[in-house]
């Protein structure tokens, strides 16, 4: 990270956007063509090519995140835009190192700059056990969760076959604001496999991940990847937020 980030023989950073040197000339039609309320005519392939692709102006447009292929394995670097190997930013790319910023971040204690900084708890609410920081753990150990009892929806009879067992997994404070890590576990409890799960989430006020979003607000689906759950598998999601943790029903399965 130090290396893409500017300590390398050339000072430059490779992620668009951090520092003062980075590159400028990124070989991504977004980057390289002004938006439409400048341009104000649309590009269409061949012309994005033949009439900016190989402009010597740098990028109207800064993809701020963005990680390019990088140098070469002498460190020499050329930030031209028709390089695609060096100056092409890629997902796959990108992925692995949002991925250990994210640890990073995680063992700092803190939440990142775009978690939304929440209002005192309310004087109603208990504040949960902590539990040991991932900072303090060894490599391989994890942090023992502050397990509550599940929380049980009004929906979730004897006839729905999910269960919601929800725990606390870390807790800090950003000066005197409390924040909490929480996992939510999904347990298939019947003897069918589930292969669509929607749910509604009250009170969520923080991020979430590992759930799909569907276009309506704090409602969520399990991932397509996942293929449902199996009978007495589970699956686990998370959300990060401050003052009480929210409360997750069922509002349709099959």
């Known amino acids: 990270a130090d290396y893409i980030l500017g300590k390398n023989p050339k000072s430059m950073s490779y992620l668009v956007g951090y520092g003062s040197n980075y590159p400028r000339y990124v070989h991504h039609r977004g980057a390289s063509i002004p938006a439409l309320s400048v341009h104000r005519s649309t590009v269409g392939c061949t012309g994005g090519y033949e009439d900016w692709y190989h402009r010597n102006s740098a990028d109207p447009n800064v993809i701020y995140g963005a990680l390019v292929g990088g140098p070469d394995k002498n460190d020499q670097y050329t930030n031209e835009r028709d390089d695609y190997e060096q100056s092409e930013p890629t997902i796959s790319g990108t ?26 708890p309310p004087s109603s609410y208990q504040k949960p056990v902590p539990v040991p920081s991932y900072q303090n753990a060894s490599p391989y150990q994890k942090a023992t969760p502050a397990v509550r009892a599940p929380y049980v929806s009004p929906q979730q009879t004897s006839k729905v076959p999910v269960v919601f067992t929800h725990s606390i997994t870390d807790t800090w404070k950003v000066g005197t604001k409390a924040f909490y890590r929480h996992k939510v576990v999904i347990k298939n409890t019947s003897k069918k496999h589930i292969t669509y799960l929607k749910m509604g989430i009250d009170n969520l006020s923080g991020s979430l991940y590992g759930l799909t979003k569907t276009y309506q607000k704090n409602i969520f689906e399990l991932p397509a990847w996942l293929k449902g759950l199996k009978p007495g598998s589970q699956y686990s999601f998370v959300y990060v937020q401050g003052g009480p943790q929210a409360k997750v029903k069922i509002l349709n399965y099959r």
């Open 95 to 120: 992925a692995p190192l949002v991925g250990l910023f994210a640890k990073l971040q995680g063992n700092h204690g803190r939440p990142g700059i775009h978690h939304k900084l929440e209002a005192e």
